[in-house]
Structure formats: structure tokens, C-alpha cells
């Protein structure tokens, strides 16, 4: 380094402002027994002393490529040198607006500015743009910053793109990647990565993703899924098998169906860990008139789902279990996936649930009073009264129940009981919790009479007794029955235990519960 440069720096150095502002700019260019470093151009450029001077501004400007000031966080700067009335900081802001904002309109101006200067590449925008038709301005404009090479139109977009995706504007998103896609000669990695980001905004959003070709949209799902990119297989995985992403139809992401290709790309994104993956890959083996249907498979891929923590498939998979149930073992089973799904705020699980329970007439409030007026006189009896009027018990099920052991994590099981003669009538029933607050009175009431096992049931004598002394408090308190124990008919019952019985009398929540 020459001996004038060395005292250069060392007055930089010493803090004065022309010597740092001659420093940075030589830096920023190269040259002149300087190296080109940006970053320590920059350093120099942003020192108090100079950074406000309007020079300053053009200087850095007017030195670095357009998306090297996006990158560097200079977009102040270009402001400041464009007002200052550098036509070529004009000309960089006015192609940056338009770009951002997917309009030649919003950079016109300093366009129309930079052009009026003597400009060259300012004033072939202008021209292109004139000469266009105003649906095809922004192409127009595209078109020509392209062949002049004075700006990289695709990187400009993808910094804009990116900005949009941080700054949360979906639309403006969308409208970057439709500038940078325009021009593209081959679809880039970030390009394709912004683009799947776009897809499951959407998705997530409902949005329509209007200006985004198909064709675009398929062959950046592509790219990203030959990274290993497990959301955009599962988007275009759906696509080929023709099921909607949120409100994006199939052939918004892809120009044809293909069942196999698109399984294929179904199963990659559910051994990646996209678990809704698993419920789209049930759906397209549970439909008949599929190519690829297989019932066997198809359950599997539900169960697979639902062990995932999908709701959807939990309330599926427990639905087909109940309507088949020939046993208690598969009505709990069936239950327990209900309750899981209705857990997750799944509305037709819940409604499901609601058909297995017996419902009792009377105010809630009345019974709870009712109730704590038995309490004073038989605590057992109102901790039966409780679990009736919370599960739909029959009089002669809350009397029998035996709540230690009929307690499940999704409710109660009533058990077979031995005072009935006929099998059917007296099989054990699968009663689900309808609120969290029945599931707490039934573990009180374990508690309670787990407490007292070592007694035997002298605290509350066998079935008879209980029954005589049920009547005999109602008698003296004045309570009907009605607004404890339900009621109901032998068939009624038996359809509660037989899962075709009783998807016959569901079969309107029951149809809602397997189509949702």
C-alpha cells in the first residue's frame, strides 16, 4: 500500500470525517491500492460523522448492486441517494418498489426521475413499459431490466419474497414469486423452497393463491421434494391423488392426477413425520371406486393416523369400530378413540359420544341440590345419584355399579349384572364421560369406595338393601326418580351394546362423523 494510502486510513482512523469517507468509498469499489471489501467500506460509511452526508449515500448506492444493498440492509441509503438526485440510485429504487409491490405504478415516479436524467437503462424501461399493454406493464418492465442486465431481476425478487414471508403479507409473497418466476430460466432452490412456504400459507390460510401457475407450483414441489422436503410431498402427494389442501383444489398444485406417483409421495411424507399424511393415505385406499383401494390397508393407514394424534382419524377409526362392536372389549375400544378425538375439540366425536348416553330430563341444578340434600341422610346413595345423572344410568345400573372397577380414563363401564336372568339384558355397557366434571365425580367416587373395600359391602349392604333405602329417602325428601335414572327399554339397551343396533339409530351422527 502506497505511503499516501497508509495516510489515508490512519486519519480515517483518527476520526476524520473526509479522510472515512474516502476510505469507505474506495473500499466499496476496489482499486487505487485499495481492496475491494465491502463490509469495511461500509464500516467506514456508517461512522456518525459521515453517514447522514448525502454523499455518503449516493456513494454506497450508487458502488453495490442492487441486491447487495437489499442484503446489506442499505435500503435507507438508496432511499437517501434517490432523494439527493442520484439517477441511478432513482433508477434502483424505482425498479425495487415495483418489484416489491408488483406494479410498475409504485416505482414510476423515480423511474420517470432516473429516465428524465439521461439514465439509459431508466429510459428503455419507460419505453418497454409504454409501449405495453397495462396488463403487461410489470412484464414488460421485467422483460427489459433483464436483457440490459442492470438489475438481477430474480434475486431482487427473492429478497423481496423473503421480506414479504418474514413481514407476514401473503399476497406479496405470492406477487414476488410471480415476478421472479416470470423471468427464471430455471427454477432455483430458494425459489422453489418460498414457493412451497407460499403453498402452505395458503393452505393454512385459505387463500386462493391467485397468480401462481399450476405448472409453476407443481415443478417447485417437485425440486423441493427430491430434497427431502416432507411438507411439499405431502402437498403434492394430495394433489396427485386429487384431495383438496384447505381450500386449494388438486389442480391448483398439479397439472394431472396419478394415484400411484402420488401414494408414493404419500408414504415419504408420513415416514418424514407429516401425520396428516397417513389420514390422506387412508382416504385414497377407503374410497371403492379407486384404483388403488384396499379396505386392509386402508384401516391400517387410520390406525396409523390416529396413533399419530390426527382427531380426524380418531373419530373415524372409532366410529368404524362401533358401528361393527359385537363386544364390550371393541365398544371401549371405539370409545376411547371418540373420547380422544372429542378431547381435541372434534365436534362430531363429541356428538357420537352424546348418542351413547341415556338422557335424563330435569334441571342440572335442581339434581346437584337434590343430590347434596341425599348426602345429609346416605353419602353412598348420593354418590350413585351422581354417577347416574352424569353417565345415564338406568335405576337399576346406579344401584349395581360398582364404580372401581367399571372406571376408564373416557368414563364409566357398567358391568354385567347378576340379578338379571336374560344374557342380553344383562351384558356389561360402555358408558362414555360427556365433561370433564363427570370424569371427576367418578374418581371421587372410586376413591370413596376403594376406601371401604376392606368392609366388604357392609357399608352399604347388597342390591336390596340399596334399593329399599333409595326409596325410602326419596319417599322422605320428596325427589323423583325421573330426575336421576333413566329410562329406557330392553332394546334400547341391547342397541347400546350391539354396534350395528346401534349405528342404525345414529345414522345420521354417525354418517357426519365418517364423512368430516
Known amino acids: 500500500m502506497r505511503r499516501q494510502d497508509i495516510q489515508l486510513l490512519t486519519l480515517a482512523r483518527q476520526g476524520d470525517p473526509a479522510a472515512r469517507s474516502k476510505a469507505g468509498r474506495r473500499y466499496l469499489v476496489g482499486g487505487d491500492g485499495f481492496p475491494r471489501h465491502v463490509a469495511t467500506g461500509i464500516e467506514y460509511l456508517s461512522h456518525p460523522s459521515v453517514r447522514e452526508l448525502p454523499e455518503t449515500a449516493c456513494a454506497i448506492a450508487e458502488s453495490l448492486p442492487l441486491q447487495d444493498l437489499l442484503d446489506l440492509k442499505q435500503e435507507d441509503a438508496l432511499h437517501k441517494a434517490a432523494a439527493a438526485g442520484s439517477p441511478l ?17 409504485a416505482g414510476q415516479s423515480w423511474l420517470e426521475t432516473a429516465a428524465a436524467a439521461g439514465h439509459v437503462e431508466a429510459c428503455q424501461v419507460m419505453a418497454a413499459v409504454e409501449g405495453a399493454r397495462s396488463d403487461r406493464a410489470l412484464e414488460a418492465m421485467v422483460e427489459s431490466i433483464q436483457s440490459s442486465a442492470a438489475v438481477d431481476v430474480v434475486q431482487v425478487a427473492v429478497i423481496a419474497a423473503r421480506q414479504a414471508r418474514e413481514e407476514g403479507g401473503l399476497d406479496q409473497l405470492v406477487d414476488c414469486l410471480r415476478v421472479a418466476l416470470m423471468v427464471v430460466p430455471r427454477l432455483t432452490h430458494a425459489l422453489s423452497d418460498l414457493v412451497v412456504a407460499a403453498v402452505l400459507w395458503a393452505e393454512r390460510e385459505k387463500h386462493s393463491l391467485r397468480g401462481l401457475a399450476p405448472d409453476q407450483i407443481e415443478a417447485s414441489l417437485e425440486l423441493a421434494v427430491v430434497r427431502g422436503d416432507r411438507d411439499a410431498a405431502c402437498l403434492l402427494g394430495r394433489a396427485r391423488c386429487g384431495i383438496d389442501s384447505g381450500t386449494l383444489a388438486p389442480a391448483r398444485l398439479a397439472t394431472s392426477l396419478n394415484l400411484r406417483k402420488g401414494v408414493a409421495l404419500l408414504l415419504r411424507a408420513a415416514d418424514a413425520g407429516r401425520d396428516d399424511a397417513w ?79 341415556l338422557p ?103 342390591l336390596r338393601r340399596r334399593s329399599v333405602r333409595q326409596r325410602r329417602v326419596f319417599e322422605r325428601l320428596h325427589l323423583s326418580e325421573d330426575l336421576f335414572f333413566a329410562n329406557a327399554s330392553s332394546r334400547r339397551l341391547e342397541a347400546f351394546r350391539l354396534g350395528p343396533k346401534w349405528a342404525f339409530r345414529a345414522r345420521q351422527p354417525l354418517a357426519l362423523a365418517l364423512a368430516g
Open 89 to 105: 440510485a432513482q433508477f434502483k429504487l424505482g425498479v425495487w418498489m415495483a418489484l416489491t409491490r408488483s406494479s410498475v405504478t
Open 279 to 357: 389420514l390422506a393415505l387412508y382416504a385414497t385406499h377407503a374410497d371403492h371406486r379407486s384404483s388403488v383401494s384396499n379396505p386392509q390397508m386402508a384401516r391400517f393407514f387410520l390406525e396409523k393416523a390416529a396413533m399419530a394424534g390426527q382427531s380426524e382419524a380418531q373419530r373415524k377409526l372409532g366410529a368404524l369400530i362401533l358401528r361393527a362392536s359385537n363386544s364390550v372389549v371393541e365398544s371401549e375400544q371405539a370409545i376411547a378413540w371418540l373420547h380422544a378425538a372429542a378431547n381435541q375439540g372434534d365436534a362430531h366425536a363429541q356428538r357420537l359420544l352424546g348418542s351413547l348416553v
Open 360 to 462: 335424563l330430563p330435569g334441571s342440572e341444578s335442581v339434581a346437584r341440590e337434590a343430590i347434596e340434600q341425599v348426602r345429609q341422610a346416605d353419602p353412598w346413595l348420593a354418590v350413585r345419584l351422581t354417577l347416574a345423572r352424569d353417565f345415564g344410568l338406568t335405576k337399576l345400573e346406579a344401584l349395581s355399579v360398582d364404580p372401581v372397577e367399571g372406571r376408564r380414563p373416557w368414563g364409566l363401564l357398567v358391568g354385567q349384572n347378576p340379578f338379571i336372568a336374560q344374557a342380553r339384558l344383562s351384558a356389561p355397557r360402555a358408558v362414555p364421560a360427556l365433561t370433564p366434571l363427570a370424569l371427576q365425580n367418578l374418581a371421587r367416587a372410586a376413591a370413596l369406595f376403594e376406601q371401604s373395600r376392606g368392609d366388604g359391602n357392609a357399608f352399604e349392604g347388597d
